[in-house]
């Protein structure tokens, strides 16, 4: 029987992504798996390498797709990407050495470059190598340092004024700490042990079920670090330069509004004792007069944008 693998990368996909990104995906190096998730009715494409595990989704959504690739993730380690963004190649080793050093952390923050997705210059060339885990040194201060991440302050006391006035801006998100789970290296044992609980948490009355679109990116990581929280933890530590994750920043008129204080219930829901949480969803929910009129101004740049790339 194989080694469990070490990392495994997975990725929610409609199975339309490029022969280079595949490829360079691929060249990942050392004892990793790849869990790749389509949608129902997609057709999966051929992919010889044996780290590959295919999987097709019973339900579309981007979430559910991801559910599941993390709920088939074999490895030590788990990260998530999209299928238009690329990794270091030597990631699966950094992680190793990482966790071997700070056997204690949860997750790993990667440095991550946003590039526009017509900067192929950018885009395509070579990664530089990473630096040695144990050569740096632990220190908020910017720089070649491993700057470490504290656990959200989830226990912070709930702003009352939100309820008379829920256009309060945030100030608790201020910090070093992280929200998201995308492009970050997160022990697999954390993941899977809140993966239940979030299943049971989306199950609304009996038998009927909600699972919002979108807005999960930050939903899983969030709901991780709740699952598990110990006031003051350090749970990780952010890498330096260089860039060991490239994202692909699309045309805005590609990318739909994205309704945040939905799956923000489902936070609310599931640890209504952390005052952290409760603003956040009320903040969120400020922003519903602005997501509906740019959900219609999307849909009409949207349409021109397309109208004007296909002639």
């Not at 079920?209 to 899983?220: A, E, F, K, Q, V």
Request: include cysteine; glycine fraction near 4%; aromatic fraction near 12%.
């Amino acid at each position: 029987m194989p080694p469990a693998p070490i990392l495994s990368i997975v990725t929610p996909t409609r199975g339309d992504f490029s022969a280079d990104w595949l490829r360079r995906l691929l060249e990942v190096r050392g004892n990793v798996q790849f869990v790749m998730v389509y949608p129902p009715g997609a057709i999966c494409q051929p992919i010889l390498d044996r780290r590959v595990k295919a999987i097709k989704s019973p339900y579309k959504g981007a979430m559910m797709q991801r559910f599941i690739a993390l709920l088939n993730a074999d490895g030590r380690y788990v990260i998530n990407i999209d299928d238009d963004d690329f990794i270091h190649p030597d990631v699966a080793d950094v992680a190793a050495a990482y966790f071997e050093n700070y056997p204690d952390s949860v997750v790993l923050r990667l440095l991550t470059e946003k590039i526009d997705c017509q900067d192929f210059q950018n885009i395509e060339r070579p990664w530089e190598p990473i630096p040695q885990v144990e050569t740096l040194t632990v220190s908020s201060s910017e720089g070649s340092n491993l700057r470490p991440i504290p656990i959200v302050p989830l226990d912070i006391a709930f702003d009352w004024r939100y309820l008379v006035w829920p256009f309060l801006p945030r100030r608790d998100d201020h910090a070093p700490h992280i929200e998201n789970f995308n492009t970050k290296i997160w022990r697999n044992d954390y993941v899977q042990k809140a993966l239940p609980q979030l299943s049971k948490t989306m199950r609304l009355w009996g038998v009927l079920t909600w699972i919002p679109n979108s807005g999960d990116d930050r939903l899983i990581g969030l709901f991780i670090q709740a699952y598990s929280f110990k006031q003051g933890q350090i749970i990780g530590h952010w890498l330096p330069t260089p860039g060991q994750v490239r994202f692909i920043s699309q045309h805005p008129a590609l990318k739909p509004p994205r309704y945040h204080f939905l799956t923000d219930f489902l936070l609310v829901k599931g640890f209504p004792q952390y005052g952290y949480l409760w603003n956040l969803f009320f903040n969120k929910l400020s922003y519903l007069p602005r997501l509906l009129a740019k959900s219609l101004l999307w849909k009409l740049q949207n349409k021109k944008y397309r109208s004007d790339s296909s002639d």
